[in-house]
Nanobody, 119 residues
Framework: QVQVVESGGGLVQAGGSLRLSCSAS????????MGWYRQAPGKQRELVAG???????DYADSVKGRFTLSRDNAKNTVYLQMNNLKPEDTAVYYC?????????????WGQGTQVTVSS
């Protein structure tokens, strides 16, 4: 079994900052990638930022320049630093872990953490 634990959500005013953390544990030998997705009410879940095992990152256009994703491979943990938050960033944020091994490769999701940005 694999456990994905998220933390760091909350309520913040526009222009403020939050830092989300996501840790994976359990039956994991190697991870291909980790990332954060978000889902606002009435909208589809969308990729916010992702990082590969090699450290390559990808960001949604809407967060480029404001969010930074980093990874501690030794701890199977990723951190999403969110600066200059906007009301449109309000959503439930979910962490996704792409396990490479052991076979079969599988994706695991966290339970979600609420981020609310007030105007």
């Amino acid at each position: 079994q694999v456990q994905v634990v998220e933390s760091g959500g909350g309520l913040v005013q526009a222009g403020g900052s939050l830092r989300l953390s996501c840790s994976a544990s359990g039956r994991i030998f190697s991870i291909a990638g980790m990332g954060w997705y978000r889902q606002a009410p009435g909208k589809q879940r969308e990729l916010v930022a992702g990082i590969t095992s090699g450290g390559s990152t990808d960001y949604a256009d809407s967060v480029k320049g404001r969010f930074t994703l980093s990874r501690d491979n030794a701890k199977n943990t990723v951190y999403l630093q969110m600066n200059n938050l906007k009301p449109e960033d309000t959503a439930v944020y979910y962490c996704k872990v792409e396990r490479r091994t052991p076979w079969p490769p599988s994706d695991y999701w966290g339970q979600g953490t609420q981020v609310t940005v007030s105007s």
